[in-house]
């Protein structure tokens, strides 16, 4: 449970959110809703302990698993699957159990033997305790459940993708509250940070049945209006204008209703006071002329000024970023080409002998199922990484801009200003300044250090240095996550109208649709075809 008093959070001397008092308990399942940069992602870490409020107080008791939305691992080098099983504390014990097995088998002196056997049977008992085997096989069921296969659980996490990382942590998580075996955490509170990212559709089915079953409280930021409408019973909307957050004791599309509902009546009520107001002006005004009438023409100014400041703020429309790509830098008939790109971690084979050649103004999707190697494909057309075999062709002319699923592009201690300067240091600063406006980054938020962005922010950010770049060939990784509907929609526009080449790796048929390519590069086998919209239903299962 989650009990927070007079809370106030700020981001420089903006304030997000102003003496609120919330609280999460067990049954709750709450979405926590407002336009990109409003404070959820902030609200989110504060909650979790992740980040210090600027003031009030925030009591936890029970157990917690948050999914930030950009995690970071610190040991990379550990298995998906002992990552998953560290959330009961189940990869400790196996090792332990594992070098206790070994000693029984190589120990030759019976003192020492005897020993042995006690301790492994100490670790059994623990490791009983804690679900034991049925605990493993839960683990494993949920892993399956959010597409992470056997041979993926094996791996080191330094070999998985951006995508394949955060699904083992959502899985890690989620194991650790799961109420099947003895050592779940049915209480847990789950704070999750669009936990939808990454997820195929058969996963996000799954998880939104998952979540819907949870007895312990939720806290979800999601832009999935389905997982929305589906699994939450009561909604809290973050109004950035007002810094404050309106809760509603109902579900989705109810608190869809009310807020409308809201919305009229705040409209409503403002024009009949300022109807009021403008009648009651009127007549001082006319009162003033006579000296007799001064005293009550000033009472009659002071109702009409409290008719208006009696009214509720009214809400402003949501800004909205306007992205558009410039003209891309003039380049050759074909300004990047790949011959026979091979990448392997380790013993692991992602892909071999991949061949493309990307056009002028050729639209391509790469489609495979989960950890086929799409995410590693345009890292190696980046030159974020470099392949085992097979190399980069470079055009004449070649401009590449590369947006990255998980932000690498960004630096992530540097501010806003110092990563747009980087993403375009010829540019005049006033055209910088203009540009980060149109993507609403003005005022101290220019100081702001990017890793403390919200994960939509961050997305804007990374797509105004793309912006900035005049780019030819854009190699664009999930460009749509993490936006609101209303961006989401500006950066689909975007990608209608550019006129460059793009590659893109999406789970969001709609970003496809928008592009409408004329070509896809099937993974790991290399194949290309031309785009055919029977390649749709691959989309949300790739």
Known sequence: MITVTDLELRAGSRILLSDATLRVQPGDRIGLVGRNGAGKTTSLR??????QPYAGEVRR????????QDPREGDLSVTAKDRVLSARGLDQLLREMEKAQTAMAELVDQDALDTAVRKYGRLEERFGALGGYAAESEAARICANLALADRVLAQPLRTLSGGQRRRV????????????????KAGTTLLLDEPT???????????R??????????????????????????????????????????????????????????RRERANAEKKASALMAQADKMRAKATKAVAAQNMAKRAEKLLSGLEDQRTADKVAKIRFPQPAPCGKTPLMAEGLSKSYGSLEIFTGVDLAI???????????????????????????????????????LRIGYYAQEH???DHDASVWANIRHA??????????????????SGEQLDQPAGTLSGGEKTRLALAGLVSSAANVLLLDEPTNNLDPASREQVLDALRRFEGAVVLVTHDPGAVQALEPERVILLPDGTEDHWSDDYLELIELA
């Open 46 to 51: 504060v909650l979790a302990g992740e980040g």
């Open 61 to 68: 008791s029970g157990e917690l698993g948050y999914l930030p």
């Open 169 to 184: 942590e959502l899985a890690r998580i989620l194991f650790g509250a799961s109420e099947s075996g003895v050592g779940g």
């Open 197 to 207: 990212n990454h997820l195929d559709a058969d996963s996000i089915a799954w998880l």
């Open 209 to 266: 049945s998952f979540l819907k079953q949870h007895t312990g409280g939720l806290v979800v930021i999601s832009h999935d209006v389905e997982l929305l409408a589906d699994v939450v019973n009561k909604v809290w909307f973050l109004d950035a204008t007002r810094g404050e957050v309106d809760m509603y004791n109902m579900g989705w599309s109810k608190y869809l209703e009310a807020r409308a509902s809201d919305e009229k009546r705040r």
């Open 359 to 397: 056009d002028r103004g050729s639209k391509v999707v790469v489609l495979g199922l989960n950890g086929a190697g799409k995410t590693t494909l345009l890292r190696l057309l980046g030159g974020m990484e470099k392949a085992d075999a097979g190399g980069l062709v470079p055009g004449h002319g």
């Open 408 to 410: 690498e592009t960004l």
């Open 424 to 441: 375009a240091p010829d540019t005049q600063e006033q055209q910088l300044r203009s540009l980060l406006g149109t993507f609403l980054f």
